[in-house]
């Protein structure tokens, strides 16, 4: 039944270039989140603080890989398809993380930040 797969299989797309997605990825689509106001006598509201919208994960490397064009890239969009069957699109997205990589399974660790996300 289709309508019960929930999670698993991945596919990561930077500027439309499909890359080696490895585990858990975590994303935010940069809504607004919301902290309540206690004053001394009770709860007064709340407030709205700016999230930044992004995807971070793990890759991994291989041989015509450019980690160094991958550091410098901005402007990109990212989508990450999700196996329940959304998309989560990050628009006007910049590499956001250090660059690690790993030697022992080949991960590079990356997050993109961006100025808006969707999911679709």
Do not use: W
Not at 55 to 64: C, F, L, M, R
Not at 82 to 94: D, E, F, I, P
Not at 98 to 106: A, Y
């Amino acid at each position: 039944m289709a309508g019960n797969k929930r999670a698993g299989i991945i596919y990561l797309k930077i500027d439309g270039e499909v890359y080696d997605a490895k585990g858990n990825f975590t994303y935010n689509l940069g809504r607004p989140k919301r902290e309540m106001i206690v004053g001394a006598d009770r709860v007064h509201g709340y407030k709205e603080m700016v999230q930044v919208p992004y995807i971070e994960g793990e890759i991994t490397d291989k041989q015509d890989l450019d980690l160094a064009a991958l550091l410098n890239l901005t402007d990109s969009t990212v989508t990450l398809e999700l196996n329940n069957g959304k998309t989560v699109v990050l628009k006007q997205a910049c590499y956001a993380a250090e660059g690690n990589g790993q030697t022992e399974e080949g991960n590079i660790q990356l997050r993109f930040e961006g100025i808006e996300a969707d999911e679709i």
